[in-house]
């Protein structure tokens, strides 16, 4: 029952810490958009992986 509320508070977080950058600047956040449809899906799949590795080592250092 544990994992499972801990599985939705990381979802909540992810979804609170997605939601900041439009909420603040929304500006920002369209010009950032617009720069990140110029890439290459080479360039996307590679923020994507290294994004996953980050998050993965995170959670083996907090573990």
């Given at each position: 029952?544990?994992?499972?509320?801990?599985?939705w508070a990381a979802?909540a977080?992810?979804?609170?810490?997605?939601?900041l950058?439009?909420?603040?600047?929304?500006?920002?956040?369209?010009?950032?958009?617009?720069?990140?449809?110029?890439?290459?899906?080479?360039?996307i799949?590679?923020?994507?992986?290294?994004?996953?590795?980050?998050?993965l080592?995170l959670?083996?250092?907090?573990?």
């Amino acid at each position: 029952m544990e994992t499972e509320i801990s599985w939705w508070a990381a979802l909540a977080l992810v979804l609170v810490l997605e939601g900041l950058f439009p909420f603040i600047s929304p500006k920002g956040w369209r010009h950032m958009f617009a720069q990140l449809l110029a890439l290459r899906d080479g360039q996307i799949r590679f923020m994507g992986l290294l994004c996953i590795a980050v998050g993965l080592a995170l959670l083996w250092v907090l573990e």
